[in-house]
């Protein structure tokens, strides 16, 4: 399968813990994108990679939350002191990331965060 | 108003019907639009880009209105397994911000 992988697919934890979810874009694909889905929403933009570089974070990416994607390839979303208000599903997105748009986004299953 | 607006719904369409919605969009600079297909508890999946000339694929068509700030879908011969979310997402490439509608619930009725 070459399409974009996320990892767990599913996490519960309880309130106040750290958790790290992970993303595998499509290869060569140098966008990344992450985005946080509750139900009845349509996805809500976290935060984007160009290679390894961060270019843009939400105001709803707050400071519990940090994404990194050191060599370009992977990339990797912590929660801290995690909250129930966190609970939703967490999707990755990759894109080739052309120079000039269409930028069309192919996304992973998601993670699917429960907090209790 | 809202960046990116769909109705809600949910349609339900008989199997066999036309069935159109319509996303508005509040940025004129916008530059890429699209139609993704969600079904329940998976992830979006691209449906198709909208272009400037509009474009069709099989039974769906899309259109991009600028002077109205609004991109349509168009399904026709609607099939059961048509039934799902559709989202619209909107790309400003100047500030490369992507928003993604609320989503439109599409039933398909046998």
């Known amino acids: 399968d070459t399409g974009v992988s996320q990892n767990p697919r599913h996490k519960i934890t309880k309130r106040g813990q750290n958790v790290t979810f992970r993303c595998d874009p499509i290869?060569?694909?140098?966008?990344l994108y992450w985005y946080r889905q509750t139900l009845g929403q349509g996805p809500e933009f976290l935060t984007y990679?160009?290679?390894?570089?961060?270019?843009?974070k939400s105001r709803l990416l707050s400071d519990r939350f940090s994404a990194e994607r050191p060599k370009g390839s992977f990339s990797t979303l912590e929660i801290q002191r995690t909250e129930q208000g966190d609970s939703a599903m967490y999707l990755c997105?990759?894109?080739?990331?052309?120079?000039?748009?269409?930028?069309?986004?192919?996304f992973g299953p998601g993670t699917r965060l429960t907090v209790t | 108003r809202k960046e990116v607006e769909q109705d809600p719904g949910p349609f339900n369409v008989p199997e066999g019907a036309t069935v159109a919605f319509n996303c508005t969009y509040s940025?004129?600079?916008?530059?890429?639009f699209f139609w993704y297909r969600q079904d329940c508890r998976k992830e979006p999946k691209l449906l198709m880009s909208?272009?400037?000339s509009g474009n069709e694929d099989g039974r769906f068509t899309a259109q991009l209105n600028r002077a109205s700030q609004y991109i349509s879908l168009l399904i026709r011969d609607s099939k059961l397994s048509d039934s799902a979310t559709y989202l619209c997402?909107?790309?400003?490439?100047?500030?490369?911000?992507?928003?993604f509608g609320k989503g439109t619930r599409l039933h398909i009725l046998p």
């Open positions: 997105a990759s894109s080739p990331g052309r120079d000039r748009p269409p930028y069309e986004q192919y």
């Open positions: 290869s060569e694909h140098n966008r």
């Open positions: 990679f160009q290679n390894e570089a961060q270019l843009e």
């Open positions: 940025n004129s600079a916008s530059q890429s």
């Open positions: 909208v272009y400037s």
């Open positions: 997402v909107v790309n400003n490439a100047r500030d490369d911000k992507i928003i």
